[in-house]
């Protein structure tokens, strides 16, 4: 933790050096002076209310109040520091287009203001994600044809939600508004792909009523994900993680959830079989890999199968090579809550360690979808990466288009 938090000073302190470079390229410029004389003093006020408040509060431990607390210094570092990034970024990127091209002073004003109008275009965009975009629900509609799907199954409408994480939100409201409008698309089956909570099952008390009232024909289905197997917390406070698990199996229960760990629940229709697999969260490293495929497979060799697995390296790991899994429903990513979607063209800083970080994907006729998250965690915002829940209609016929 100490080796992260010098290294995040370090990289703010050559950020903001870089930045008080550029600001001085355009000259005695009324709008660069007022800029040079207000940035290290802001940095200086942003580190010191954190330092008094580590001071004063403590780390946040299992207190679900002093987590969120937590965001409104990752949320002012957001509005603070992703600007100058992007300031900085463009102002190095102009500089040696300017060198290249022999560029002179007037140049070198044009691309400053250009630099600082980008960086005030971030400014605009973190705002909007802290205040709107981070409850900003879309339903991700998704046609998918599968020649392994029983006939009977033709046609099954199955709502995806994932990574709540119930305890970043300080506003009800905004979940309940959610959960309406995943209630809303008539669904023959809902299930929920991990990450309901940050540390402590507590933190989902409160929505138990809005869960339970969710309502689909064929059955409410979930799994754990990393943080709900309750190992974010280190140290003398830590709760065991069976106590958490305990805590959550009954809040599954009561909600009149079935909660898959390392199980299988088989469906039939009309003669037709279709089974609905969980596992415990696998992933890389430091994520631990608690899931047993073989197991949640072995209830019903071989018949065609949905699996949820929080994880969307599982599917890559081991998933895929399993022919009797027809589509893995995953999340985990978040989409980094950050990038941008248009069409059919979507791109994520996620996409630097998860390759599969949104979306559909497949390999034959193994199918992976990946849910970008329904809550947030880590700062408070979602910026071109909207909360989603995801509307999948089976096809029993090849090939997959958007509705």
Known sequence: ???????????????????????????????????????????????????????????????PQAYREWFIFTGLMAL???????????SVLLHLLSLIAGRGRQWKRATAFLA?????????????GILIGKSDYIVHYIRLGHPGL?????GLRIAQFSDTHLGSFGHPENVRKGLRMMQSTEADLIVFTGDLINTVAEEAWPYAEDFRSLRAPLGKFAIL???????????????PPEENRRLLREFFRDAGFVLLEDSAVSLVRDGDTLVVAGVDNWGLPPFRQEGDLA??????????????????THWEAEVKQRPEVLLTLSGHTHGMQMGMRFGNFQWSPASFKYPLWGGLYSENDSYLFVNTGFGFLGFPARIGIRPEISLITLQSKNGQSPQ
């Open 295 to 312: 197991r949640a497979l072995g209830f019903f060799p071989g018949a065609p199968t949905l699996l949820l697995s929080h994880d969307p």
């Open 1 to 63: 933790m100490l080796t992260r938090i010098l290294a995040l000073i370090l990289a703010i302190g050559v950020l903001d050096l870089l930045v008080w470079a550029y600001l001085r390229r355009p000259g005695d410029t009324p709008v660069f002076r007022k800029l040079r004389r207000l940035h290290f003093p802001i940095s200086v006020a942003t580190g010191l209310a954190f330092v008094s408040y580590l001071l004063l509060r403590g780390m946040p431990g299992l207190d």
């Open 225 to 239: 994900g990393n943080h709900d197997i309750g190992d974010y917390v280190k140290g003398d406070t830590i709760r």
């Open 116 to 128: 600082l109008g980008l960086a005030g275009a971030m400014l605009g965009a973190v705002s909007w």
């Open 150 to 154: 029983p006939p009977a199954w033709n």
């Open 80 to 90: 603070i520091w992703m600007p100058r990034l992007v300031f900085a970024t463009f």
